[in-house]
């Protein structure tokens, strides 16, 4: 389509920019089909086949562009497509409904409502985007161009004002002016620990060697996160621009990307751009005319959450096991390969092209006094809209889950959400209204953390669900301090002997000890947080502990030792739906007599709880 | 997997060529590798896609190439999951138990497959069709519970349909 070449100024970025709308301006409507990570397992590219096939049936490939994007945000619709320059949203597709849809919308002008967006709150079908309350309460500025371009294409992140915030940079601005203007947005890393990036960039500034590193942690290992895996997948470039500046700001000729192994089609999609890159001269030797001189490699993780630490992932980088190390030094003074270092996760180096472009003013008036920007959150678990969102930091609970996740499936009731993944905490009913910042989360002893926002309704039980954090943390542990090796194991035993209906009250008191020693001892991040799940849990539930261990009962019939099921005889209607569904005939009864569980054949699977409509079944 | 352009050249060709062929491309990665620090772990990340798992006969012929001791390639290939020493099965099922899956019942489905695969997690079936293992978090939270089968993403899973997955027997892309 256009000729690749290099590009020494800013004029050059805008003859691209000028070219590529040209050649986008001469068709009638763009279709960007989903290729976020969920689309792709739910078969969009059957899809985009199918919408190519059809464009040459009906010959309209003059009128229509297919382009393939990134993530839009809605995992559980997919896959879906956006229809450009009406933005008409198209979920749910399969191969079959696009004739159909290609016939109506594009040679009829006619939007083929029966393939829209569905509000199963609204109970109605909701035709353009900006009309979706899931996308009208968020704020794009980490994913201003997830779902909005073709992840692949160079020239279209350019067209973006990509690399713009680059080329002022590096040739209008000192390094001291570029972390001057990223301390002044107030922006706070993004990973996890929310530590100000401005001040990080500063003292690698400062930092005096012959050789210093720029890292970009993409070793996303939180258990329900997908933010960074998304980014990547779907605008790698913002990455890559973000990585430069900052080297610019550092004075790094050499970046890393650690990229987890279990993400082939981020590995692939960065690794794609970085090619493109380098073809376009913005890596390289004397980027953009400024005779700054940076490149990025990609290392692969191999499966280690430790990794996501950052001592321990330099040493991964350098092929070593990865073992965190004690601080100080801190990776600025002696990081990889003994020299000063910068390390920042993916979200973080998504936001700085914007902060430079559009100044740190305009960043800072986003989220509050003191947690600036946005934040992006992987919305999952017992939640209707299940995806990816961007929202002002700050907001409250509430609006996330509710006016934005559209709230909880079947009706249920919200119990709790965790936030922080394994090293964060659980957020209980009584606090929905929390607004979502570094500081108030801290004060309810949960972290902002990477962005893995898990919704569990009044079904979960929470002894579970802290025994399913320590199993993976234990799991996890890399073995090299004793109170994270050992106090993992012990409190998981402790754990795993209250599920099992064999807890006394001692447990408890043994747990919070065990829990502020491992706090206080361990080496690293997280063995230093392994503990909060439990701890919160039992801040929050304690009353769920003590039912396991005094009344040996599991409210929520999850841990299956202590699950008791019976039938009531007064409320039962003798409709026999329980015994249908029983899948090992453990229930019997019939028209004259009330059902009752042979408790000796019942493998409590809940299955009879959840078919009785009148609510005859304990547990 | 897809990694860095050289590394497409080393998935695993396995029954098309010889231990000789698979050890001079191996040869050829190490001599891309062998002069940038810290390359270890991505000549192992190769190593396991031309030989399929990383037994010690293997590791004892890195160390040597890289001049370092073969207790230190132990060491990184038993600290990471991602390596194995054993060879694995036909096909590898990854049971997602990341939080989102945990939560929407990945539990039952790993119930499901030890029970219907007859092995525990990190074995394999004895007629080396299928490895079962667990993974934390693949990232597809919005399609709780999630299944892979030679890095394809099954979705939405829950014991009927893990079940019909497996009957159906058509697997990869």
């Known amino acids: 389509m256009i000729e690749t070449k290099m590009v020494k100024t800013a004029a050059d970025l805008d003859s691209i920019r000028e070219n590529f709308l040209e050649e986008t301006r001469r068709y009638q409507y763009r279709v960007l089909v989903c290729s976020g990570g969920g689309c792709v397992s739910a078969g969009c590219h059957a899809v985009k086949n199918a919408l190519l096939q059809a464009i040459e049936d009906n010959h309209l490939e003059d009128k229509v562009l297919v382009s393939e994007t990134g993530c839009i945000g809605t995992c559980n619709l997919g896959p879906v497509m956006v229809v450009m320059p009406e933005e008409v949203f198209y979920t749910k597709l399969t191969p079959a409904d696009i004739p159909a849809i290609v016939e109506s919308h594009f040679a009829g002008g006619a939007v083929k409502e029966d393939n829209t967006y569905y509000d199963t709150a609204l109970k109605k079908r909701v035709t353009h985007l900006k009309d979706i309350e899931y996308f009208k309460n968020q704020i794009k500025i980490a994913l201003r161009n997830c779902g909005n371009i073709d992840y692949g294409s160079i020239e279209e992140y350019i067209a973006s004002d990509g690399y713009k915030a680059a080329a002022k940079a590096l040739n209008s601005m000192t390094p001291a002016q570029v972390v001057d203007e990223v301390t002044k947005s107030g922006l706070r890393g993004r990973g996890g620990a929310g530590f100000p990036t401005g001040v990080k960039w500063n003292a690698g500034l400062q930092a005096v060697s012959d050789e210093k590193y720029i890292v970009c942690n993409a070793d996303e290992g939180d258990p329900g996160a997908f933010m960074d895996r998304s980014l990547i997948e779907g605008d790698p470039h913002t990455v890559i621009e973000g990585i430069l500046i900052g080297a610019y700001a550092i004075g790094a000729e050499r970046g890393f990307a650690y990229i987890r192994a279990e993400y082939p089609l981020a590995i692939e999609r960065f690794n794609a751009a970085l090619e493109q890159a380098r073809d376009f001269g913005l890596l390289g030797e004397d980027i953009l005319g400024s005779g700054f001189d940076f490149d990025i490699e990609v290392r692969i993780g191999a499966g280690a959450f430790v990794c996501g630490e950052e001592t321990a992932l330099m040493a991964s980088i350098e092929g070593e096991r990865g073992e965190p190390k004690q601080k100080p030094p801190f990776p600025f003074q002696k990081g990889l390969f003994q020299k000063p270092t910068i390390i920042n996760n993916v979200e973080t180096f998504a936001n700085i092209a914007p902060i430079i472009l559009k100044g740190s003013g305009w960043y800072a008036s986003f989220g509050t006094e003191k947690s600036k920007g946005t934040k992006v959150f992987a919305l999952a678990g017992d939640i209707n809209n299940t995806g990816l969102v961007e929202v002002p930091i700050g907001m409250k609970l509430s609006d996330i889950v509710y006016k934005i996740g559209g709230g909880l499936p079947g009706g249920k009731e919200f119990k709790a959400a965790q936030i922080g993944g394994p090293s964060g905490g659980c957020i209980t009913k009584e606090n929905l209204d929390t607004p979502v910042d570094y500081d108030s989360l801290m004060k309810l002893g949960a972290i902002m953390g990477s962005g893995g926002l898990i919704v569990m309704d009044e079904d979960k039980c929470m002894v579970d669900v802290a025994k399913f954090f320590m199993e993976f943390v234990q799991d996890e542990s890399c073995g090299k301090c004793t109170p994270c090796r050992l106090g993992t194991k012990r409190m998981l035993a402790i754990l795993q002997k209250i599920t099992d209906g064999e807890g006394t009250m001692e447990d408890i008191d043994e747990l919070e000890t065990l829990a502020r020693d491992v706090t206080s001892s361990a080496l690293c991040g997280l063995g230093q947080t392994a503990p909060n799940p439990i701890l919160s849990t039992l801040r929050n539930f304690r009353n769920e502990y003590e039912m396991h261990i005094a009344d040996k009962r599991c409210p929520t019939g999850k841990c299956k030792a202590l699950a008791c099921y019976t039938i009531d005889k007064a409320a039962c209607k003798k409709c026999g739906l329980c015994a249908k569904n029983c899948p090992v005939s453990a229930i019997s009864g019939d028209k004259d007599t009330p059902y009752s569980i042979d408790e000796s054949k019942c493998i409590k699977c809940g299955a009879c709880f959840g078919k009785c409509p009148f609510k005859a079944i304990s547990r | ?173």
């Open chain 2, 1 to 173: 997997m897809n990694m860095n352009p050289e590394e497409r050249e080393t998935v695993c060709k396995c029954g098309q060529e010889t231990e000789e062929q698979k050890y001079e491309r191996l040869d050829q990665v190490i001599e891309i590798y062998k002069s940038k620090p810290g390359s270890l772990i991505q000549i192992l990340h190769m190593a396991q896609g031309i030989f399929g798992h990383i037994p010690s006969e293997l590791q004892e012929y890195i160390a040597g190439k890289l001049n370092m001791p073969v207790a230190k390639v132990h060491g990184v290939v038993s600290f990471y999951t991602h390596f194995s020493m054993v060879p694995k099965g036909e096909h590898t099922i990854q049971v997602c138990m990341g939080t989102a899956c945990f939560v929407r019942g990945g539990k039952e489905i790993l119930e499901t497959l030890t029970d219907e695969l007859g092995i525990g997690v990190g074995e394999t079936t004895p007629d080396g069709k299928f490895t079962l293992e667990v993974t934390r978090c693949i990232g597809a939270c919005g399609l709780a519970p999630a299944v892979t089968i030679d890095n394809v993403v099954y979705q939405m899973m829950d014991s009927n349909k893990i079940k019909q997955v497996l009957k159906n027997g058509e697997f990869g892309a």
